[in-house]
């Protein structure tokens, strides 16, 4: 009797702080690993050795790593707005520049529920007086075609000669990778070619969440009208993807590392893929523990692979730093704006 009372008031307890459990489970994973990395894995035995390490870094090409940032946000909103003109939502790139960044804050630096993405949803749909459906459907498009072109570029990777880690053979899992998301752009081009909505509304189950979710499901089927658009911000994850290696190649030569432009082709993709596993905030954590595993499998040294990834993690930080900024300081503008216009 008494077990079943625990067990009820742990099950109410459970139910009634979900949402801060697994974000304390979150927290402690993020920062689990990041202390795995810096104490027990990096080979830096000491805080001096850490500051020689650094000491030794090429300031002009961590600069240049850094300011990379800049297309990448540039980009990162020119895609978004592609994207939001299929729905009939016109929104100048300063605006969704500034709501990227402020998505950047949510996701890295507040260890909340609230995402980057979900921010940005929200954001979008207050602004453009449109639903949260139709500005969510956005963002899954934008997110899809980030993972496409990832894979994409793993497959380049594989072409080259990266076709196994250590004893571990990636060629397998890659392409089928890759030919799962060859086929999900198949169906959201050509939705009713497997006549998917047929299947859906004979399947209670699926029917009452399509009937829940019908205008995302809507503006899915939309872009079929919006092949060219698909194509550019597909172009714009491509460019996006470019970036990103571009970023961390210089970043690593910076710290003296030698490894080849071709190695980061294989390195990035893997890395952004697997920190979309929604188990840290915002990928902490994994992203480094798994950039550092792959750069010490393609020889590069450990101690200098750790402190290439606290960098970059560290201009994560103060891209959320700025969004941090532009969070408090943009109602203010807004209100301001709108006693001028008054």
Known sequence: MKFKKIKTALGSFYIKHKKKIFTALRILISAGLISYLIFFSSELQDFRTFLNILKTVNIALILASASVYILFIWLSALRWQILLKTQKIRLSQGFLSSSFLIGYFFNNLLPTSIGGDIFRTIDIAKKARVSIGKSASIIVIERFS????????????????????????????????????????????????????????????????????????????????????LVEALFCSFALQMAAIVNYYLASKAMGIELTFASFIFIVPVVATVALLPISIGGTGIRENSFVLLMVALGAPRNRSTVVSLLLFAMLLALGIIGAIIYIVRPLIQKRSEKVLQ
């Open 146 to 229: 980030g993972v496409v072109s990832a894979a994409t570029y793993t497959i380049i990777a594989l072409l080259l000669g990266f076709t196994r880690v250590g004893r571990t053979s990636y060629v397998i899992p890659v392409v089928i990778f890759f030919i799962v998301c060859i086929i999900l752009v198949f169906i959201i081009l050509n939705p009713s070619i497997l006549r998917l909505n047929k299947v859906v509304q004979k399947i209670k189950f699926l029917s009452n969440i399509i009937e829940k979710l019908r205008e995302i499901y809507h503006t899915f089927l939309s872009f079929k009208k919006y092949k060219l658009s």
